[in-house]
């Protein structure tokens, strides 16, 4: 059997923990998702999210081991987000995997959140994406385009300057009333709406590949202010959600010209709205790699598979291994 490495994510509002060898072979993926807790809020109370963690962290570790069918004798090295993220939940994880590494006696490795979104493409059924590739990390707080020449190597193409795109779907959809959170509620009610219902802005920001969705954001409370009853709730969040993956695509367009490359990685949580998984394999010419839906959301899979090449390194870290809230990638 390939090295299996235990991996632990506790970067937002889920606790995760899997077991992944090999850097691409999933033995499990467990996942414990807070949504009841912070629905009733709008958005994400940090607070509230590192106390779940405290709670559910140690059996979602061992539902994970008992999935896998595997003991600690058996394991490798235990990794773990280290950030970026809430720092609330990142000292639970983190503390939590430095506990393992010692009882056990294991290698610890410390990974970026945002490292495991791009190596989620590598945990493909059918194999890894042909590098090099564009990987667009699209979630509720990151929207960031990198090239991608192998694991470990990045660099950095573009990112948000204000809201991220999921970020924004979760403020229109509050001001919407349809609840947290609203990135999915958003998806499925486009399918029956008007995309050209509401000419909303493009922010497509010439010259950059970096990100803005504030603006947009804006554009729809000043639209609702207006209170206009013959534009229909479908319609309204079918206008927003095509003014947002106009800018994603283009965006992708602008950086594979740019860099010259073909291939095109999707990973994050709104990697899962079907809206832009489907325009996304519309672009001529260009392969795509879209992880399923369980991969794109916050998972601890894609920890493991960013894990492996430094394990395979020995880039390991050590019991003062300490989270950050902001960590970018390199």
Same mark, same amino acid.
């Given at each position: 059997?390939?090295?299996?490495?235990?991996?632990?994510?506790?970067?937002?509002?889920?606790?995760?923990?899997?077991?992944?060898?090999?850097?691409?072979?999933?033995?499990?993926?467990?996942?414990?998702?807070?949504?009841?807790?912070?629905?009733?809020?709008?958005?994400?109370?940090?607070?509230?999210?590192?106390?779940?963690? /405290?709670?559910?962290?140690?059996?979602?570790?061992?539902?994970?081991?008992?999935?896998?069918?595997?003991?600690?004798?058996?394991?490798?090295?235990?990794?773990?987000?280290?950030?970026?993220?809430?720092?609330?939940?990142?000292?639970?994880?983190?503390?939590?995997?430095?506990?393992?590494?010692?009882?056990?006696?294991?290698?610890?490795?410390?990974?970026?959140?945002?490292? *495991?979104?791009?190596?989620?493409?590598?945990?493909?059924?059918?194999?890894?994406?042909?590098?090099?590739?564009?990987? /667009?990390?699209?979630?509720?707080?990151?929207?960031? /385009? #990198?090239?991608?020449?192998?694991?470990?190597?990045?660099?950095?193409? *573009?990112?948000?300057?204000?809201?991220?795109?999921?970020?924004? #779907?979760?403020?229109?959809?509050?001001?919407?009333?349809?609840?947290?959170?609203?990135?999915?509620?958003?998806?499925?009610?486009?399918?029956?709406?008007?995309?050209?219902?509401?000419?909303?802005?493009?922010?497509?920001?010439?010259?950059?590949?970096?990100?803005?969705?504030?603006?947009?954001?804006?554009?729809?409370?000043?639209?609702?202010?207006?209170?206009?009853?013959?534009?229909?709730?479908?319609?309204?969040?079918?206008?927003?959600?095509?003014?947002?993956?106009?800018? /994603?695509?283009?965006?992708?367009?602008?950086?594979?010209?740019?860099?010259?490359?073909?291939?095109?990685?999707?990973?994050?949580?709104?990697?899962?709205?079907?809206?832009?998984?489907?325009?996304?394999?519309?672009?001529?010419?260009?392969?795509?790699?879209?992880?399923?839906?369980?991969?794109?959301?916050?998972?601890?899979?894609?920890?493991?598979?960013?894990?492996?090449?430094?394990?395979?390194? *020995?880039?390991?870290?050590?019991?003062?291994?300490?989270?950050?809230?902001?960590?970018?990638?390199?």
């Amino acid at each position: 059997m390939n090295e299996a490495i235990l991996a632990i994510d506790t970067s937002c509002d889920d606790t995760s923990a899997a077991v992944v060898c090999g850097g691409s072979q999933i033995l499990s993926n467990v996942v414990s998702g807070q949504n009841l807790v912070h629905e009733r809020f709008g958005g994400i109370v940090p607070e509230l999210a590192s106390r779940r963690h /405290l709670e559910m962290i140690e059996g979602v570790v061992d539902e994970a081991m008992t999935a896998a069918s595997i003991s600690f004798a058996s394991v490798s090295a235990v990794a773990v987000c280290k950030g970026p993220g809430l720092i609330g939940s990142l000292i639970v994880g983190t503390a939590f995997a430095k506990a393992l590494a010692y009882v056990h006696k294991l290698p610890l490795i410390g990974v970026n959140h945002l490292e *495991g979104h791009i190596c989620s493409a590598f945990l493909k059924e059918g194999g890894p994406p042909t590098l090099p590739f564009i990987s /667009l990390v699209v979630s509720g707080g990151h929207t960031s /385009l #990198y090239r991608v020449d192998g694991c470990g190597k990045y660099k950095e193409l *573009g990112r948000s300057r204000d809201d991220a795109a999921g970020e924004a #779907y979760d403020k229109v959809a509050k001001m919407l009333g349809l609840g947290f959170p609203g990135g999915p509620v958003i998806d499925r009610l486009a399918r029956t709406g008007n995309p050209r219902a509401v000419s909303f802005p493009r922010p497509y920001m010439p010259q950059t590949l970096d990100f803005s969705f504030s603006g947009l954001k804006t554009s729809v409370r000043s639209f609702l202010a207006q209170n206009t009853p013959d534009i229909s709730t479908e319609d309204i969040c079918a206008s927003f959600q095509a003014a947002v993956i106009d800018v /994603l695509i283009r965006k992708i367009e602008w950086a594979t010209a740019q860099e010259n490359i073909t291939s095109v990685a999707l990973s994050g949580g709104v990697a899962a709205n079907d809206g832009l998984r489907q325009r996304i394999t519309e672009l001529k010419g260009i392969e795509t790699y879209i992880p399923p839906k369980p991969l794109c959301t916050d998972n601890a899979a894609m920890i493991g598979a960013a894990a492996y090449e430094q394990f395979l390194k *020995g880039d390991f870290a050590d019991l003062r291994l300490n989270p950050k809230a902001y960590l970018p990638v390199g």
